[in-house]
């Protein structure tokens, strides 16, 4: 049974940082593949961020290359999310997901196997 663990979230003002953790469990976490969504009250689910197995790759929107950052401890089984100079509209609920090997296209939500149950990120103004 693959069980992924999201931590971190909370009540930020704008221009901090915080840093979200993604544990996993029952998996050979090595081999996965994992990222990170968020979706906003109302909105559709977006893809924030990606790592390949080995940690040599990620993948990133434009929009949020010099703000976010995602890093993975294989070791520890976890992978982070270090969100700098944060703005109200990255308020969401952030969602960790993985796949064993490589995604193709990571922004793709059907593509991805296992989903944490979310972790609360609030950006106030």
């Known amino acids: 049974q693959v069980q992924l663990v999201e931590s971190g979230g909370g009540l930020v003002q704008a221009g901090g940082s915080l840093r979200l953790s993604c544990a996993a469990s029952?998996?050979?976490?090595?081999?996965?593949?994992v990222g990170w969504f968020r979706q906003a009250p109302g909105k559709e689910r977006e893809f924030v961020t990606a790592i390949s197995w080995s940690g040599a790759s990620t993948y990133s929107p434009d929009s949020i290359k010099g703000r976010f950052t995602i890093s993975r401890d294989n070791a520890e089984k976890k992978v982070y999310l270090q969100m700098n100079s944060l703005k109200p509209e990255d308020t969401a609920v952030y969602y960790c997901a993985a796949k064993a090997g490589v995604v193709r296209s990571p922004a793709r939500g059907d593509l991805w196997n296992y989903w944490g149950q979310g972790t609360q990120v609030t950006v106030s103004s």
């Open positions: 029952g998996v050979t976490f090595s081999s996965y593949t």
